[in-house]
């Protein structure tokens, strides 16, 4: 039997399976889901199925329990072909319109409130990864000096982002350099992608102005350190109330989504991997040396019209609740689209 045959009695016992492991985090036997579940066969025929689904690699066997459990195939089929949504309450409904409302300067300030409601619903640790640098356009970059030897560089994008430094020197800067600076820096950047200011940029620089090397490399290096920052740009919230999960009274666990988020650029990849216009969903494989093997990571992009604001995520058990996460991603996503485009028509 192939895995993409299974007969609709198969399915029921796979989803009734999956869902009751979700509740209860306990080995299933074939009793606990005919009983629950209202399956209309008999439990001779579920451990039938039940064994089948074992052996395609549906459901494994832990070695001191009769039941089964769901297996990262198992997982992802249930996911793509069997998946119902849940129905959110008014309550939850309410609660999310509310938090969302909330007056904010900088879409780098909505995402984190985003971020924190989909913890505070969900009860999963949530993450936000900034837009790459090269999606986000500049706007304005600003000079404002803050004394003779002292400089605050503002740098405004096309995604509401507002970055900021401080630079001191060890020589006088006047008010006409500053200017200077203000007119080259909007010139040559103003309409590019971030992560345009890198080094031929930097050299550009030092051969056009008639500053000193020491002033230009401060500031270069500066505004290089703010882009590298929002490269590798993760919010975390909610991670404590992961290690009240059973799954994390294995220590082997608990290290592994420690090392996970630990694990920035496996984070990076897998957020700003997946299709833009879907909800998507990573299930941990049974490899033993990825961070990953025991979790799932539900992401979905947050964008207004064409414009990239980043990933917002969830990082689970293999054994989280997917209908309720997808459902509260799904409304939050709409919301913020919703709310953002009738301030954008304003």
């Known amino acids: 039997m192939k895995k993409k045959d299974l007969d609709e009695r198969k399915k029921k016992v796979l989803q009734a399976i999956v869902e009751e492991y979700i509740n209860t985090a306990e080995p299933v036997s074939s009793g606990s889901i005919t009983k629950g579940h209202g ?3 008999s439990s001779a025929t579920i451990r039938n199925d039940m064994a089948q689904l074992e052996s395609i690699g549906f459901l494994d066997k832990p070695h001191t329990s ?3 459990v769901p297996s990262a195939e198992g997982y992802r089929y249930y996911v793509n072909e069997l998946l119902k949504e849940d129905n959110l309450s008014l309550e939850e409904i309410k ?3 509310n938090k969302l409302k909330i007056k904010v300067n900088e879409i780098e300030e909505l995402t984190k409130v985003a971020t924190t409601t989909l913890s505070e619903i969900t009860h999963y640790t949530t993450v936000a990864v900034g837009p790459k640098a ?6 304005e970059i600003k000079f404002v000096s803050l004394g003779q030897r002292m400089l605050m560089v503002v740098i405004v994008t096309d995604t509401g982002l507002v970055k900021e430094t401080i630079i001191k020197f060890d020589e006088d800067i006047t ?3 500053v200017d200077t600076l203000n007119n080259l820096f909007n010139t040559r950047l103003k309409g590019k992608a971030l992560a345009k200011i890198d080094k031929p940029m930097a050299e550009y620089i030092f051969s056009e102005v008639n500053y000193s ?6 500031i270069i290096e500066q505004i290089n350190r703010i882009v590298e920052e929002e490269n590798n740009n993760i919010f975390l919230e909610g991670a404590k109330k992961s290690f009240d999960l059973p799954e994390f009274k294995s220590m082997k666990v608990a290290k592994n989504f420690v090392n996970l988020l630990d694990a920035k650029d496996e984070m990076l990849e897998i957020f700003n991997s997946g299709d833009a216009e879907d909800i998507n969903v990573f299930i941990g494989d049974d490899d033993e040396n990825s961070n990953l093997k025991d979790f799932s990571i539900i992401t979905f992009k947050h964008t207004i019209g064409n414009k990239d604001l980043g990933t917002i995520g969830i990082i689970g058990p293999k054994r989280m609740d997917y209908a309720k996460v997808i459902s509260v991603m799904k409304y939050i996503s ?3 689209n919703e709310d953002n485009n009738k301030k954008e028509g304003m």
């Not at 090397?213 to 401060?218: N, P």
Request: charged share 35%; glycine share 8%; no cysteine.
């Open 39 to 41: 399956l209309e066969y």
């Open 66 to 68: 009769a039941g089964r």
């Open 95 to 97: 609660y999310i319109q």
């Open 134 to 139: 090269d999606k986000q356009i500049i706007e």
């Open 175 to 177: 008010e006409s350099q």
């Open 213 to 218: 090397i020491g002033i230009m490399r401060a």
């Open 334 to 336: 709409k919301k913020l």
